[in-house]
């Protein structure tokens, strides 16, 4: 891998990692095995990037944690804004939502995403 650059696989190149951003209740069927697969964090916080996937699950999110934008590698993910505007994105959509949204966050096919955040 060259210095400032690298390739992110689809499947990853390594070992996944058990992720907790989902609450256990919030998953709608009796999978919970969501994963990480982190290829970089800056130093200083400024940036992370990988895979992450999830099984089906739906969580309201009154203040969006970071600033991300993400690409779905498969499965489908609707998004509801607090007016009520709602949006599904599947395989090839980039999606980017911003820090402090409240959103309705319902993945209604296994999910696999690339992302990038920033606080």
Known sequence: MAKGMFKIPP????ESKPSR????TCFTTEATDETTQSFYEAE???VSTGVWECPPCKV???DYPVN???TIIFGALV??????????FGPGEVVYVAKGSTLTWHITDRL????MTSP
């Open 11 to 14: 499947d990853g190149d390594g």
């Open 79 to 88: 998004l509801t804004n607090n007016e009520g505007v709602q949006e599904t």
């Open 60 to 62: 309201d999110i009154d």
């Open 112 to 115: 696999r995403k690339y992302y």
């Open 21 to 24: 951003l989902i609450p256990k």
């Open 44 to 46: 200083d916080g400024s």
């Open 68 to 70: 991300e934008m993400m």
